[in-house]
Each structure stands twice: as C-alpha cells, then as structure tokens.
C-alpha cells in the first residue's frame, strides 16, 4: 500500500519585498542611482538579475563584475539601503490582497510569520508604513546570517519561531531566490509573481501561483487541505 503525506498547513510565512509591499522600484531605482554613481553600467533589466537576494550580495554581485575605487561595497550596500527606506516610508503602500490575505489567515487560526532577506531597519519601515506592525508573530531578517535567501535558513528560523514544523508551513514569495530557500526549507511554497517573472519556466517549483494575495480566499485556502 502506498502511503501519501499530506503537508497540513499550519502557519503562513510571508516574504516582504514584492509580497506585502511593491518595494522592487524602491530597490531597482536605489541600486541605478547609486550603482551608476559608481560607474556600474546598470540597467533596468540588470536589476532583475539580482530580485531577492539580500542587498550586500547585490552589491557584490555588480563589485565583483564592474569594481570601483572609493567606497567600500559594505558602504554602498548602506547607502542603497538607506536610500530605499526613505523611499518606503514615503511612498510605500500595501500591494493588492495583503491586509484581506492576512486577516483571512489569521481567521483560520493559523501562524503568521515574516522571512526576509532585507535588513530589520527597513522591515521596522516597511511594517509601520503599512501599518502591519504587530501582524506577524514572528519576524525573521537575514542580515546576520552567513547567508540570505536563496539559502533556507531565514525559513528555518521563523518556523522555529512559530514553533510550527517547517513541513507544516506555507512560503508566500515573489522571486525565483526566495522560491528556492522555501523548498529547500520543506515549505510548501506559493509564488505570486511580479508581472516581470510572470512567464517565467523556473516558477514551475512553486507548489501553487496566484497572479496577487486578492485570489488567496477562505475557498482558495479550504483546497490545500
């Protein structure tokens, strides 16, 4: 006889950049103007290489590629980030669905978390802008890992949180990198893609995709169990 293991889900763990708020132009705007002040010959389209991962790895991602003299890559990683909390606590807002998806988890009396690659200077910003701050029982940043997203342990460590099994938990994510620390954490993993990635063949991982958190409804969530 053939057993099958159903992943009951118990907790939800949102992403930040992209999942709860429309950072990604903050990002993108931040990294061309200051990268370029630096003489990396960067794009728009440049800036999708690098959606997801944490920004000192960005920065020496482009370093690595197009060095410069002057500032040290830790500063100008600084730099961008500071550049884009200004941005965020000026003209941040909620992307679609995420107070209704948030409020329809927490209904259903599962645990919220929230893993990101992104420093907690800009997630105390971005939570207090959408005015989230307290909506998450557990908020977990990769600033002081070895390693960000796409490795698994920001997942890892808000699962431990929660205290909920990471097999039990569902990843809500945007980018490819944040698809690949998800299921190498044993998440099930949701993406709601940025229409940039959309199309893209690599989001075929995910376990489920929504095109925003509007489609995540009481009836979309009863057909996981």
Not at 51 to 72: E, K, S
Not at 101 to 123: C, E, K, M, N, Y
Request: negative net charge; hydrophobic residues 40%; contains cysteine.
């Amino acid at each position: 006889m053939v057993h099958i293991v159903t992943h009951i889900i118990q907790a939800v763990i949102f992403d930040m950049d992209g999942v709860l708020v429309d950072s990604e132009p903050f990002w993108q705007q931040a990294e061309l103007e200051i990268l370029s002040d630096r003489g990396v010959p960067l794009t728009f389209e440049d800036t999708l290489k690098t959606q997801g991962l944490r920004i000192d790895q960005v920065v020496t991602y482009w370093y690595q590629r197009h060095p410069w003299t002057g500032a040290t890559p830790p500063q100008v990683a600084d730099t961008i980030l500071h550049r884009v909390v200004e941005l965020i606590r000026t003209q941040g807002s909620p992307l679609p669905g995420v107070e209704q998806a948030i409020r329809t988890i927490h209904q259903r009396g599962w645990a919220l978390g929230l893993a990101t690659s992104s420093p907690s200077l800009l997630v105390e910003a971005t939570l207090e802008r959408l005015g989230l701050t307290g909506a998450f029982s557990v908020t977990r940043s990769a600033e002081s890992l070895p390693y960000g997203k796409p490795h698994p342990q920001v997942y890892l460590d808000a699962a431990s949180g929660l205290q909920v099994p990471p097999e039990h938990c569902m990843a809500i994510e945007d980018s490819f990198n944040g698809l690949l620390a998800a299921k190498s954490a044993r998440m099930t993993a949701l993406a709601v893609p940025d229409p940039h990635h959309r199309d893209d063949p690599r989001f075929v991982i995910a376990d489920h995709r929504l095109d925003n958190l509007t489609q995540l409804t009481e009836s979309w969530l009863d057909g996981l169990s």
